[in-house]
């Protein structure tokens, strides 16, 4: 079957296949290691040598840049499949079970979305230590009680459906329940959903190591290097501008392909609502 | 007691609890996870009896329910402790902070309000042709940038380049006089107003363009109305509840965007005296911000409710 796929987003689908595979492929494109000092001085402009120049302490901007973005592009996918995991099967637990663990858990998430994100990331940060499993999982779970909401509303609809009654009937357990009935059928939206929460984890993981509260130095990702660069920009050195625009360049791109799987499966449901 | 007072007297209520949650969860989170604060503040070569006595003096030997029930007390009578690293008074050091924070995001409100609600129109009015696209498309462009990225892109043209307004926020004093005040959070309110424009923009338009389907407004576009006059006389009134919920949302949107935006531009507010004891590993101080900031986002969300049950005599009536 052909697709005709809008030009929007057919440019978001390019670009973020490029993104991801600079992300993969970052030792071999990158011209430099990502902390070894090329240069003597600080800041040099760009030059054929160094493509967007050096950073603050001599190293090339470029080769930082395609390492950051793995670092980010890495460190959101794996928290996205993480509030997905939780997220979802949670969330079709509530809607299959019902009564008190529906109440616990939907009244608990209520509780943890009463709080800003950032607010709640920066309270846990605060006592423990600083490590990319510690990030991968505020993150993941922060962001997980979105993908609960959405996953236990769209289950419920399925639950009262007649094949789920029958499978209740045959006397089906509930992980069966959930894996083989619920899932198939509610993957369409929850995959829509999924562009939109890895741009929230790149947001989110770019914030928090520009407040340097993410990824440690020497080790850096896109919002570690604006941080490191910031301080050249008030004497007109754009450096940290590079890394900065990359971050915008990757969320509008996969933007641009949510968007479009957004609007495709909304189209698809009908009447549904 | 009328329907509506007991309504109102129910939101506070809710909302009330779900703070006493809020102020359990922001401690008990502190409390049990992995990590031990001593440490932390002291080094990995800190010696025991060095930990010991900081433990001590943290309080951290005593059972947790004592702990949350004294730190509960001292915030209700108005005292949020001491600072551990500066050990000076929170309450001092928060005083001036908060006034300034809210300075900031109230003059960001001030321009991003009417102003997407005007541009929310003007998408509504020319649906599907070039002014809906343009903003369509600037808002997904401000939506996809976290707020420093657009911090740094603004302080970098105004700032540096066309020096049009000062670069950062470092020399703002809150006892200058209005004008100088407004001069320095300039960029500041800019990048504020962006981040959230774009949001409101997007739901007043959706709020509108889903009144506008009605069949009411059907009724009065075959009757022969202008469109400014359908949307002024039938649409707007329907709409004004959903759009206020979306102004206090985005307003208690802009308390995080704050948090940010005040480390971009070295501005005293509130956010960049919680990112700063974060890092030092202050947790006191970390508890009274944290638990500001959610009572105050706890309390928009508060008004949008009330606001919406006041403003559609639908809701004042639940089955």
């Given at each position: 079957?052909?697709?005709?796929?809008?030009?929007?987003?057919?440019?978001?689908?390019?670009c973020?296949g490029?993104?991801f595979?600079?992300?993969?492929?970052?030792?071999?494109l990158?011209p430099?290691?990502?902390d070894?000092?090329v240069?003597?001085?600080?800041?040099?402009?760009?030059s054929?040598?160094?493509?967007?120049?050096?950073?603050?302490?001599?190293r090339?901007l470029l080769s930082?840049?395609?390492?950051?973005?793995r670092?980010?592009?890495?460190?959101?996918?794996?928290?996205?499949l993480?509030s997905?995991?939780?997220?979802s099967?949670?969330g079709?637990?509530?809607?299959v079970?019902?009564?008190?663990?529906d109440?616990?858990?939907?009244?608990?998430?209520?509780?943890?979305?009463?709080?800003?994100?950032?607010?709640?990331?920066?309270?846990?940060?605060?006592?423990?230590p600083?490590?990319?499993?510690?990030?991968?999982l505020v993150?993941?779970?922060?962001d997980?009680?979105?993908?609960y909401?959405?996953?236990?509303?769209?289950?419920?609809?399925?639950?009262?459906m007649?094949?789920?009654?029958?499978?209740?009937?045959r006397?089906?357990?509930?992980a069966?329940?959930?894996?083989?009935?619920i899932?198939?059928?509610?993957?369409?939206p929850?995959?829509?959903?999924?562009?939109?929460?890895?741009?929230?984890?790149?947001?989110?993981?770019s914030?928090?190591?520009f407040?340097?509260l993410?990824?440690?130095?020497p080790?850096?990702d896109?919002?570690?290097?604006?941080?490191?660069?910031?301080?050249?920009?008030?004497?007109?050195i754009g450096?940290a501008l590079?890394?900065?625009?990359?971050?915008?360049?990757?969320?509008?791109?996969v933007?641009?392909v949510a968007d479009?799987?957004l609007a495709?499966t909304?189209?698809?449901k009908?009447?549904?609502? | 007691m009328?329907?509506?007072?007991?309504?109102?007297?129910?939101?506070?209520?809710l909302g009330?609890?779900l703070?006493f949650?809020?102020?359990i969860?922001?401690?008990v989170?502190?409390?049990?996870?992995?990590?031990?604060?001593?440490q932390?503040?002291?080094?990995?070569?800190a010696?025991?009896?060095?930990?010991?006595?900081?433990?001590?003096?943290?309080?951290?030997?005593?059972?947790?329910?004592?702990?949350?029930?004294d730190?509960?007390g001292?915030?209700?009578?108005g005292?949020?402790?001491?600072?551990?690293t500066?050990?000076?008074?929170?309450n001092?050091?928060?005083?001036n902070?908060?006034?300034?924070?809210?300075?900031l995001?109230?003059?960001?409100?001030?321009?991003?309000?009417?102003?997407?609600i005007?541009?929310?129109?003007l998408a509504?009015?020319?649906?599907?042709?070039?002014?809906?696209?343009l903003?369509?498309?600037?808002?997904?462009?401000?939506i996809?940038m976290?707020e420093?990225?657009?911090g740094?892109?603004?302080?970098?043209i105004?700032?540096?380049?066309?020096r049009?307004?000062s670069?950062?926020?470092?020399g703002?004093?809150?006892?200058?006089?209005f004008?100088?005040?407004l001069?320095?959070i300039?960029l500041?309110?800019?990048?504020?107003?962006l981040?959230?424009?774009a949001h409101?923009?997007r739901?007043?338009?959706?709020?509108?363009?889903?009144?506008?389907?009605?069949a009411?407004?059907?009724?009065?576009?075959?009757?022969g109305?202008?469109?400014f006059?359908?949307?002024?006389?039938?649409?707007?009134?329907?709409?004004?509840?959903p759009i206020?919920?979306v102004?206090?949302l985005?307003?208690?949107?802009?308390?995080?965007?704050?948090?940010?935006?005040?480390?971009?531009f070295?501005?005293?507010?509130?956010g960049?005296?919680?990112?700063?004891?974060?890092?030092?590993?202050?947790?006191?101080?970390?508890q009274?911000?944290?638990?500001i900031?959610?009572?105050?986002?706890?309390?928009?969300n508060?008004?949008?409710?009330?606001?919406?049950?006041l403003t559609n005599?639908?809701?004042?009536?639940?089955k």
């Amino acid at each position: 079957m052909f697709v005709r796929i809008p030009f929007a987003a057919m440019l978001g689908l390019i670009c973020t296949g490029l993104f991801f595979l600079v992300a993969i492929f970052a030792p071999l494109l990158a011209p430099y290691g990502y902390d070894e000092v090329v240069s003597n001085g600080f800041w040099d402009p760009a030059s054929s040598e160094y493509l967007l120049g050096t950073d603050g302490i001599g190293r090339d901007l470029l080769s930082r840049i395609i390492y950051g973005l793995r670092t980010t592009i890495w460190i959101a996918t794996l928290a996205t499949l993480l509030s997905f995991t939780t997220g979802s099967v949670l969330g079709f637990l509530a809607a299959v079970t019902g009564g008190w663990v529906d109440q616990a858990l939907s009244r608990f998430v209520d509780l943890m979305m009463s709080i800003p994100s950032l607010i709640f990331a920066l309270v846990i940060l605060s006592i423990t230590p600083i490590s990319v499993t510690v990030l991968i999982l505020v993150i993941g779970l922060l962001d997980s009680t979105r993908v609960y909401r959405l996953a236990r509303a769209v289950a419920v609809d399925i639950t009262v459906m007649d094949y789920v009654e029958a499978a209740r009937l045959r006397g089906e357990k509930t992980a069966w329940i959930i894996f083989r009935e619920i899932l198939p059928n509610a993957l369409s939206p929850l995959v829509a959903e999924m562009g939109l929460r890895f741009i929230f984890s790149v947001l989110f993981i770019s914030t928090l190591s520009f407040l340097g509260l993410g990824i440690q130095p020497p080790q850096a990702d896109l919002g570690g290097i604006v941080r490191e660069n910031a301080e050249g920009l008030t004497y007109g050195i754009g450096a940290a501008l590079y890394p900065a625009l990359t971050i915008a360049l990757l969320a509008i791109s996969v933007n641009l392909v949510a968007d479009w799987v957004l609007a495709r499966t909304t189209s698809l449901k009908g009447g549904r609502g | 007691m009328g329907p509506i007072a007991k309504l109102l007297a129910q939101r506070i209520s809710l909302g009330l609890l779900l703070l006493f949650f809020v102020s359990i969860l922001v401690f008990v989170g502190t409390s049990i996870l992995p990590g031990d604060v001593a440490q932390q503040i002291l080094g990995q070569s800190a010696t025991p009896e060095a930990l010991a006595n900081l433990r001590a003096e943290l309080g951290v030997n005593d059972p947790p329910i004592t702990r949350y029930f004294d730190w509960l007390g001292g915030i209700l009578t108005g005292d949020l402790g001491t600072a551990l690293t500066s050990g000076q008074s929170i309450n001092e050091a928060i005083g001036n902070r908060l006034g300034n924070t809210l300075f900031l995001a109230g003059c960001a409100a001030m321009v991003a309000v009417p102003l997407s609600i005007f541009l929310g129109l003007l998408a509504v009015r020319y649906r599907e042709r070039w002014p809906d696209k343009l903003i369509s498309a600037t808002t997904l462009t401000t939506i996809s940038m976290p707020e420093f990225v657009l911090g740094y892109i603004l302080m970098f043209i105004f700032g540096v380049q066309l020096r049009w307004f000062s670069p950062t926020a470092v020399g703002y004093r809150p006892d200058a006089d209005f004008l100088t005040r407004l001069e320095s959070i300039a960029l500041p309110v800019m990048v504020l107003t962006l981040v959230v424009l774009a949001h409101m923009m997007r739901m007043t338009r959706a709020a509108i363009l889903n009144v506008m389907q009605s069949a009411y407004i059907e009724t009065a576009e075959l009757k022969g109305m202008s469109t400014f006059k359908v949307i002024r006389k039938h649409a707007f009134p329907n709409a004004i509840s959903p759009i206020v919920n979306v102004v206090m949302l985005n307003l208690a949107y802009l308390v995080v965007g704050v948090v940010v935006v005040e480390v971009v531009f070295v501005y005293p507010g509130m956010g960049q005296y919680l990112v700063d004891h974060v890092t030092k590993r202050d947790l006191p101080v970390v508890q009274a911000c944290g638990i500001i900031f959610a009572a105050i986002y706890i309390g928009l969300n508060l008004v949008a409710d009330v606001v919406s049950i006041l403003t559609n005599p639908r809701l004042r009536h639940p089955k």
